[in-house]
């Protein structure tokens, strides 16, 4: 191997719920170093969780990573030149990347919503993922699609 294997970052746990996940997850929604800010829309939108979950005993955090692991890929399609074209080729993706990819869907997906603040576009994109539902959902399914499309170059990953 020519170049060193990157070290796993390590995260220390949010001051909530205790949970390196979460500080993982807020790292992602934070904006020019506005950390506070991060938490602040990532707890207000556990709480309105809370407020619009009907007859679910699950609390707002085990929804949230339900929510997540529904909206996380398992696959993708990267761009190889072969022979003059582009093929695209579906290759399995890491576990923490699967985890990164999740996190990213469900935080631009919540951006678009047309909602009124950041907290509750992002409750409701969460709760939409935890129902199997929501834009989230769906580019998770259209991602899918396109590598089961594409599965013929399946042996082109090297």
Same mark, same amino acid.
């Given at each position: 191997?020519?170049?060193?294997?990157?070290?796993?970052?390590?995260?220390?746990?949010?001051?909530?719920?205790?949970?390196?996940?979460?500080?993982?997850?807020?790292?992602?929604?934070?904006?020019?170093?506005?950390?506070?800010?991060?938490? %602040? =829309?990532?707890?207000?939108?556990?709480?309105? +969780?809370?407020?619009?979950?009907?007859?679910? $005993? !699950? #609390?707002?955090?085990?929804?949230?990573?339900?929510?997540?692991?529904?909206?996380?890929?398992?696959?993708?399609?990267?761009?190889?030149?072969?022979?003059?074209?582009?093929?695209?080729?579906?290759?399995?993706?890491?576990?923490?990347? %699967? =985890?990164?990819?999740?996190?990213?869907?469900? +935080?631009?997906?919540?951006?678009?919503?047309? $909602? !009124? #603040?950041?907290?509750?576009?992002?409750?409701?994109?969460?709760?939409?993922?935890?129902?199997?539902?929501?834009?989230?959902?769906?580019?998770?399914?259209?991602?899918?699609?396109?590598?089961?499309?594409?599965?013929?170059?399946?042996?082109?990953?090297?």
């Amino acid at each position: 191997m020519r170049k060193k294997r990157k070290k796993k970052k390590i995260y220390f746990p949010d001051p909530k719920f205790n949970d390196s996940l979460v500080t993982r997850f807020v790292n992602h929604l934070m904006k020019n170093g506005k950390k506070n800010l991060a938490y %602040k =829309i990532f707890y207000d939108a556990m709480k309105k +969780i809370e407020q619009i979950k009907e007859k679910e $005993e !699950k #609390s707002a955090l085990e929804i949230w990573k339900v929510g997540l692991k529904n909206v996380m890929p398992h696959v993708e399609v990267i761009s190889r030149r072969m022979g003059g074209s582009n093929i695209q080729v579906p290759i399995i993706i890491s576990p923490d990347s %699967k =985890i990164t990819k999740g996190m990213k869907l469900l +935080i631009s997906c919540a951006a678009i919503r047309n $909602e !009124k #603040s950041m907290s509750n576009k992002l409750a409701f994109e969460i709760f939409d993922a935890f129902k199997e539902q929501g834009e989230a959902v769906k580019r998770k399914e259209n991602i899918h699609k396109m590598a089961e499309a594409n599965k013929a170059f399946s042996h082109f990953r090297f």
